[in-house]
C-alpha cells in the first residue's frame, strides 16, 4: 500500500518510518526542507520525499494523488507559547484540503489523552485538531496517547535530565498529578497496527502502558532503575512561569516546550478503556521496562531493536542505517578538517586501533585500558580482528563497532569500557571532503559530568592530534 507519512522527520515520524518500510508499504514523507531528513542512502532509495508547508497556501498541483493511507502526525507545540493552537488548526483544515484531492482511504491521528472538560492549550489544541480531521472526506482513526517514553521523546528527556542533574528536587504540587505513560515502541506498534483495520475506521481510542503513576512516582522510578539517590521535596505553591523557567534551566527542553508541558502537567493524563488492545492482541510493557529499553546501548527504532542482541554474534542484518546517536542531554567533543586523499582517510580510519595505535598519544590510551582493567573493565587486551577490515558489531580495544560502512564513509563506536555513562566515537566524511570527528558522552549522574570535565583537558590534545594525524593522506 502507499502511505503519506507528515511530520516525517519528527520523533515519532522517524522511528514508524522503518516499521512502515519493514511491512511492505510504499511511503512518501512529507517535510518542509528534505535536507533536514536524516536518512541513510538506502532508506532514501526506498522513500519519496515531498516538500511542503501545510501552513502555506494550498496548491495541490504537485501533491501525490495516488495514495491509501495517511498519518497525521504535525504539532506545533515547540514553536509557539502562544498562538500553536491556530497553527495547528489551520495545518488540519490545509491537510484536509489536500486529501480532497487523493484517493486516501484512512487518516492516522496521534492526539493526546483527553479526561478533563477544563483542558490545557496543548490538549485542547489537539482536540480541535480531531474535530478538524473528522471532517475530512476519509476514515480518520484517533489514537490518543499520554507520556511517551522513550529516548529522545520531550517527556522523558525531561524526566532524565531532573533525576540526573539534581539528587535534591525542590518540586510544585503538579508531581502528584497521575498519568499513564507508554513505551515508544508500543505507540509505534499502535500506529502501524491499525493501519487499514476497517474496525478501527472512523473511531478514537486511548493508548497506555499498564501503569497508572503521578509524576513524583515516575521520577522515582527512573532514579531507581538508573540507580540514582534522589530527595523530593514538594511546595504547595510554584506558579507556572517558575516551573517553566525551572524546567528550562536545568532540562535540555526549549523554554517554549516547557510553558506548554507545565501548563498540561496539571491535567489527569489516564486512558479510558483499552479496548484497542484487544482488537491487535497489543499488550504494553511496564514503565520501567520502559525506561531500560529507552537506555540500550545505541538509540535505534523498533524494528531493529533486537541488535543489541547481534553484538554478541558480530554481525548485523540490514537496516542499519537507522542508527542515531543520541542528541539529548549529551556532551560531545565536535572536531573537523579539510582532507585531500579521501581514499588514504578512509584507510586510516579503517585501520585504527590494535596494534596500530590511535593515531595520537597510544600510551596515554594504554593508561586509560590499564585503568579500565583495574576496575574490572575490557582494557585494551581485545585489540581488533583484522588489521584492515571492520565489521559492525566487531570488538575494537575497549570499544564495539555499531556501524561500518566505507561506501557512506561513516565509522561509528561505542564505548564497552567501565564509564559513569555511555560514550560514542564518530569518524564520518563529508562529499565535500571534510573529516567530521564527533565524541559523544551522555553522563549518567552528577559522577558522569565531573568525569567528563576531569578529562577534558586530555581531550583536547588526544583528539585533536588523533583527527590531524587521521586526515594525513
Same mark, same amino acid.
Given at each position: ?160 535530565? $531532573?533525576? #540526573?542533574? +539534581?539528587? &535534591? ?8 498529578? @497521575?498519568?499513564?505513560? !507508554?513505551? *515508544? ?90 479496548? $484497542?488492545? #484487544?482488537? +491487535?492482541? &497489543? ?8 525506561? @531500560?529499553?529507552?537506555? !540500550?546501548? *545505541? ?106 560502512? @566505507? ?67
Amino acid at each position: 500500500m502507499k502511505i503519506l507519512l507528515t511530520g516525517a522527520n519528527g520523533y515519532i515520524g522517524m522511528r514508524l518510518l522503518p516499521a512502515l518500510l519493514e511491512e511492505g508499504h510504499e511511503v512518501i514523507c512529507c517535510v518542509r526542507d528534505k535536507n533536514r531528513m536524516a536518512l541513510d542512502a538506502e532508506t532514501l532509495k526506498r522513500v519519496t520525499l515531498f516538500e511542503i508547508d501545510f501552513l502555506k497556501e494550498v496548491n495541490t498541483e504537485n501533491f501525490p494523488k495516488d495514495i491509501d493511507a495517511a498519518y497525521y502526525l504535525i504539532h506545533s507545540m515547540s514553536v509557539s507559547t502562544k498562538d500553536f493552537d491556530e497553527l495547528e488548526a489551520q495545518s488540519a483544515q490545509n491537510f484536509n484540503r489536500y486529501m480532497e484531492a487523493t484517493s486516501v482511504k484512512q487518516v492516522i491521528y496521534l492526539s493526546g489523552i483527553v479526561n478533563e472538560e477544563s483542558l490545557s492549550k496543548h490538549l485542547s489544541s489537539r482536540k480541535k485538531v480531531e474535530e478538524i480531521l473528522y471532517e475530512g472526506n476519509y476514515h480518520l482513526t484517533v489514537l490518543r496517547a499520554g507520556i511517551v517514553v522513550g529516548s529522545g521523546s520531550s517527556s522523558f528527556e525531561i524526566i532524565r535530565d $531532573l533525576c #540526573e542533574k +539534581l539528587p &535534591i528536587m525542590v518540586a510544585p504540587k503538579w508531581l502528584k498529578t @497521575k498519568i499513564q505513560p !507508554i513505551a *515508544i515502541r508500543d505507540v509505534i506498534a499502535f500506529l502501524s497496527g491499525v493501519a487499514f483495520k476497517e474496525e478501527c475506521y472512523d473511531q478514537s481510542f486511548d493508548i497506555g502502558g499498564p501503569d497508572v503513576l503521578t509524576y513524583k512516582e515516575m521520577l522515582q522510578i527512573y532514579a531507581k532503575v538508573r540507580k540514582l539517590r534522589l530527595w523530593i521535596i514538594s511546595v504547595p505553591v510554584m506558579s507556572p512561569r517558575l516551573s517553566s523557567y525551572w524546567l528550562y534551566f536545568v532540562t535540555s527542553t526549549t523554554y517554549k516546550l516547557a510553558v506548554n508541558l507545565v501548563d498540561s502537567m496539571k491535567m489527569e493524563v489516564v486512558a479510558k478503556d483499552n479496548k $484497542l488492545q #484487544e482488537i +491487535l492482541n &497489543i499488550h504494553p510493557i511496564s514503565y520501567e521496562a520502559a525506561i @531500560k529499553k529507552a537506555f !540500550i546501548k *545505541i538509540e535505534q527504532n523498533l524494528v531493529i531493536s533486537s541488535w543489541k542482541d547481534s553484538l554478541v554474534a558480530g554481525r548485523f542484518s540490514n537496516l542499519k542505517g537507522y542508527i542515531q546517536v543520541p542528541k539529548y542531554g549529551c556532551l560531545k567533543d565536535e572536531k573537523s578538517i579539510p582532507i585531500t586523499n579521501e581514499k588514504k582517510v578512509l584507510q586510516n580510519i579503517w585501520s585504527i586501533g590494535g596494534h596500530h595505535g590511535w593515531y595520537y598519544g597510544n600510551w596515554l590510551w594504554k593508561i586509560r585500558g590499564f585503568m579500565d582493567q583495574l576496575v574490572g573493565g575490557v582494557g585494551l587486551r581485545r585489540g581488533r580482528t583484522h588489521p584492515d577490515k571492520i565489521y559492525a558489531g566487531d570488538a575494537l580495544d575497549f570499544w564495539r563497532v555499531i556501524y561500518a560502512d @566505507k561506501e557512506e564513509k561513516r565509522l561509528l563506536l561505542f564505548a564497552e569500557m567501565k564509564l559513569p555513562g555511555e560514550a560514542w566515537l564518530e569518524f564520518k566524511i563529508d562529499d565535500k571532503n571534510t573529516l567530521y570527528q564527533t565524541a559523544t558522552f551522555r553522563p549518567k549522574g552528577l559522577w558522569g559530568r565531573l568525569y567528563w570535565y576531569s578529562v577534558l583537558p586530555f581531550h583536547f590534545f588526544i583528539f585533536g592530534g588523533m583527527i590531524r594525524n587521521i586526515a594525513k593522506g
